[in-house]
């Protein structure tokens, strides 16, 4: 199975912009990909996906300021976040799904991920 790394998080004050990277072990350009986040006390949520074909989808929360990416070639997925806010402060965590088609099934199953997880890494914003 695929695993997952991510990094690129850090601290950063409001406005401000940070790329978060996400390095599969194995090729993953197959599978759709997608990042989520939990701040605390919260559940987890959705922040956007890509699917194989180069499909995107994103939260309603996070659109027009973040921009997923891919390189194949470089098995890794990107998380682009500009405007940062107070609230985009969470975990984010990066995860593969293996059997999910495309964005917009993957978004009628209520984001639900088939497949694995990064460990995380933390993003912190302050006003």
């Known amino acids: 199975q695929v695993q997952l790394v991510e990094s690129g998080g850090g601290s950063v004050q409001a406005g401000g912009s940070l790329r978060l990277s996400c390095a599969a072990s194995?090729?993953?350009?197959?599978?759709?990909m997608a990042w989520f986040r939990q701040a605390p006390g919260k559940e987890r949520e959705g922040v956007a996906a890509?699917?194989?074909?180069?499909?995107?989808t994103y939260a309603d929360s996070v659109k027009g300021r973040f921009t997923i990416s891919k390189d194949n070639a470089k098995n890794t997925l990107y998380l682009q976040m500009n405007s940062l806010k107070p609230e985009d402060t969470a975990i984010y965590y990066c995860?593969?799904?293996?059997?999910?088609?495309?964005?917009?099934?993957?978004?009628?199953?209520?984001?639900?991920?088939?497949?694995?997880w990064g460990q995380g890494t933390q993003v912190t914003v302050s006003s």
């Open positions: 995860a593969a799904d293996l059997l999910t088609a495309s964005v917009e099934s993957f978004v009628l199953a209520g984001w639900q991920v088939l497949g694995t």
């Open positions: 194995r090729d993953y350009s197959s599978y759709l």
């Open positions: 890509i699917d194989s074909a180069g499909s995107t």
